[in-house]
């Protein structure tokens, strides 16, 4: 009679238990110290702007006050009112409206057709012609200056709106901006849009500048914020008080009126006003086109 033997294997050993670290629950100290200095950097760049902000809205003995008065009481809304009645804030802003508008487009248009033109065609020195072009960025514009504005005298473009126009319809730094986006987009695309028979203004126009938005939109709040915050090229070119901009005619409001710090506190946050609109909303492209430098895929 045969027996049967039962073999009993051995349960598998359990797996050792992964030790749980405090750095994988939650973050270091080196990280929350990073956060913190960030935010009171933050801080402490906001800190002007909110008592510039705050300062408009009082009364003009209390600007300067000691402690400072951080809620104002009472709020002067007047002040806003006032400015507006005692300048001529809307010519101002038409005017710097104009020029910012009107050279963010122009360089947004140049420089991207000719990042185009540096990037995705080859022709005879094209290297060595960027590099020149893209030098003139180390050049200051004072060194140059007095001839540009003789030139533009004998053009008869002296004390128009036209020749800040003119000045600046072509920039290096939009032209180095937009060719290492476009650098990056693959020559494939380029290649199959030549045989489907697109012109190189139809690449460019149906393939990289709609691929091209981030870096359009960095190109647009710098240009445009440079433009709109210029005093020293409209000092020059605009000497007609209907043409000023609006950082001449503040200026010339706080000669007049130097006394009145509430209002010109209320005429300073008007001209910041745009500037803060316009990158908040163009914020995430901005951000988009500075972090990245092209296609992943």
């Known amino acids: 009679m045969s027996t049967t033997t039962e073999?009993?294997?051995?349960?598998?050993?359990?797996?050792?238990?992964?030790?749980?670290?405090?750095s994988r629950t939650r973050p270091g100290a080196g990280r929350v110290l990073a956060h913190v200095a960030l935010v009171v950097a933050a801080a402490a760049v906001l800190l002007p702007f909110v008592w510039m902000v705050i300062s408009s809205l009082k009364?003009?003995?209390?600007?300067?006050?000691?402690?400072?008065?951080w809620v104002p009481d009472p709020v002067v809304w007047q002040n806003y009112v006032e400015i507006w009645q005692r300048s001529d804030m809307a010519t101002w802003i038409k005017n710097t409206l104009i020029l910012s508008v009107g050279v963010t487009f122009l360089q947004v248009l140049t420089g991207?057709?000719?990042?185009?033109?540096?990037?995705?065609?080859?022709?005879?020195?094209?290297?060595?012609?960027?590099?020149?072009?893209?030098?003139?960025?180390?050049?200051?514009w004072q060194a140059y200056m007095i001839p540009q504005f003789v030139m533009l005298?004998?053009?008869g473009l002296s004390n128009t709106l036209w020749a800040m126009l003119a000045l600046q319809t072509f920039g290096?730094?939009?032209?180095?901006?937009?060719?290492?986006?476009?650098?990056?987009?693959?020559?494939?695309?380029?290649?199959?849009?030549?045989?489907?028979?697109?012109s190189e203004y139809g690449i460019w126009r149906r393939i990289m500048?709609?691929?091209?938005?981030?870096?359009?939109?960095?190109?647009?709040?710098?240009?445009?914020?440079?433009t709109w915050n210029d005093y020293l090229g409209p000092l020059i070119?605009?000497?007609?008080?209907?043409?000023?901009?609006?950082?001449?005619?503040?200026?010339?409001?706080?000669?007049?009126?130097?006394?009145?710090?509430?209002?010109?506190?209320a005429g300073s946050v008007i001209s910041v006003l745009p500037i803060a609109i316009?990158?908040?909303?163009?914020?995430?492209?901005?951000?988009?086109?500075?972090?990245?430098?092209?296609?992943?895929?």
């Open 209 to 226: 500048v709609p691929l091209s938005v981030p870096a359009i939109a960095s190109l647009v709040l710098i240009t445009f914020t440079n």
């Open 59 to 69: 009364e003009n003995n209390d600007v300067f006050t000691v402690p400072i008065q």
């Open 278 to 297: 316009v990158f908040l909303l163009g914020q995430r492209y901005f951000i988009e086109g500075i972090a990245t430098s092209g296609l992943k895929g």
């Open 7 to 22: 073999v009993r294997r051995p349960a598998p050993a359990a797996a050792p238990a992964v030790p749980v670290t405090p």
């Open 172 to 198: 290096a730094f939009g032209v180095f901006l937009m060719k290492q986006f476009y650098e990056t987009v693959p020559e494939e695309l380029s290649e199959a849009a030549r045989i489907d028979g697109l």
């Open 112 to 140: 991207s057709f000719a990042a185009y033109g540096f990037s995705k065609t080859r022709f005879p020195g094209r290297d060595a012609l960027f590099l020149l072009y893209v030098a003139t960025i180390a050049v200051p």
């Open 153 to 155: 005298s004998k053009m």
């Open 237 to 265: 070119y605009l000497r007609s008080p209907e043409l000023w901009t609006l950082q001449i005619g503040l200026k010339t409001f706080i000669g007049q009126y130097n006394a009145d710090y509430a209002l010109i506190m």
